[in-house]
């Protein structure tokens, strides 16, 4: 008998706590309106492009017409997005001593194209700086730190990143920082130390985002009880439909929700269908072993290396079971249905994967996306929050944070 109250308890609980129902599926024609309506006011917001990378190292602009990246201003154009967050990466395996200048080389070429592509482009700062831009029918830039290795235990620069204009931090990225674990290395059962939530702190009080993307699971838990403002996951999908380190179990989805934070789905296949995982890793170290040919090969020239892990990656993901883009969608319904549909939004990693679902090969295939997820019911409200209105919301309560925070309240 009482194995019979707790299991209609927790049935009562499960009901209680899930969301609302949506609208009835639609057809494809009625989707297709819904979300050409929802595109035409929608501020698109994407929290992750890796094409960072390629402007600082091979010289890539972002208006070029042909370009062969997944992130350029036409494609951009042509899939709605509103405003995007450039990531500021340094690999883990980076020299040291020359880690913080790779970073200011990032943030300077970002700078750099957005005054060269100023009738486009716009730098934000704020949400309101995104809808402001969007207003002047230009694509607001933005900036995102990834990975705390990137400060070199030193508070002060994370003042320097933050008036250069990154607005967020990822707490790690693959391997674990001196105060901060990563979900990239066996844990050591140290989430975040003293040094961490004086990090978090700093974060909350100017106003910049914490991403608990790449972290461990205890880190991230240690970091909801640090910080002061909601925390964001600027690419990290589902673990419940992907069981990947990377991805967050639904204790932590519904621990974000309760935050204020929002999660950003990531469009790698890897990270969205288990098929493609176990795959891809069949043949990983057969892949790894001719990327170290090509590296040696091609070492003192970048442009001509990343044409040739291009064409290897090509090969290798036509014979891999790609899963289609709809895979998103199922991500995103996961989301929704476990922490809400006010801490959900889009966190693609576009330019910093080497696989992305059939039909949503880059930015300009978003439409896709947003037509599916009209198709299974969502309304225009709920479309715009995912869209975008979720990060205009969580960074106004971090900003409004860091003011409450400067002002001693």
Request: aromatic share 6%; charged share 25%; net charge neutral.
């Amino acid at each position: 008998m009482p194995n019979l109250r707790r299991g209609v308890f927790v049935m009562l609980m499960l009901f209680l706590s899930a969301p609302l129902p949506r609208a009835a599926g639609r057809t494809p024609e009625e989707a297709g309106k819904v979300a050409q309506r929802v595109l035409e006011r929608a501020i698109v917001i994407d929290l992750h492009s890796d094409t960072t990378q390629m402007m600082l190292d091979e010289g890539y602009d972002l208006a070029e017409p042909d370009s062969l990246f997944m992130v350029s201003i036409p494609k951009m154009r042509q899939g709605h997005l509103g405003a995007a967050f450039f990531s500021v990466w340094v690999s883990v395996d980076w020299p040291k001593g020359n880690i913080v200048q790779r970073a200011l080389d990032e943030i300077d070429v970002i700078h750099e194209q957005v005054a060269r592509h100023s009738d486009a482009l716009g730098l934000a700062s704020t949400a309101d700086d995104i809808v402001r831009l969007h207003g002047q029918n230009k694509i607001a830039i933005l900036m995102g730190l990834e990975g705390g290795h990137a400060i070199r235990n030193d508070l002060r620069l994370l003042d320097i990143y933050y008036r250069l204009g990154a607005r967020y931090m990822t707490l790690t990225h693959t391997a674990h920082t001196d105060w901060a674990e990563s979900s990239g290395q066996r844990a050591r059962g140290r989430g975040l130390s003293d040094l961490g939530r004086q990090v978090v702190g700093r974060m909350n009080r100017l106003g910049m985002m914490v991403d608990i993307s790449h972290v461990s699971d205890k880190t991230f838990f240690d970091t909801l009880s640090a910080t002061k403002a909601p925390v964001i996951a600027s690419h990290s999908s589902c673990r419940a439909l992907c069981a990947q380190p990377r991805n967050m179990t639904d204790e932590m989805i519904r621990a974000l929700a309760k935050n204020g934070g929002v999660m950003y789905i990531n469009f790698y296949s890897a990270f969205l269908d288990p098929t493609y995982a176990a795959a891809q890793k069949k043949v990983s170290a057969k892949r790894k072993a001719e990327f170290a040919a090509v590296s040696k090969r091609f070492a003192h020239d970048r442009k001509r290396l990343a044409e040739e892990l291009r064409r290897i990656y090509a090969r290798y993901e036509a014979a891999l079971p790609t899963p289609s883009f709809e895979r998103i969608a199922d991500h995103i319904d996961h989301a929704v249905r476990v922490g809400g549909i006010d801490h959900v939004g889009l966190g693609s990693d576009f330019d910093g994967i080497d696989s992305a679902p059939r039909g949503m090969e880059d930015v300009s295939k978003l439409p896709n996306l947003v037509r599916e997820l009209a198709r299974r019911g969502y309304s225009e409200e709920d479309l715009e929050k995912i869209l975008g209105g979720n990060t205009l919301r969580v960074m106004r309560q971090v900003e409004d944070a860091a003011g409450k925070l400067q002002a001693g309240e």
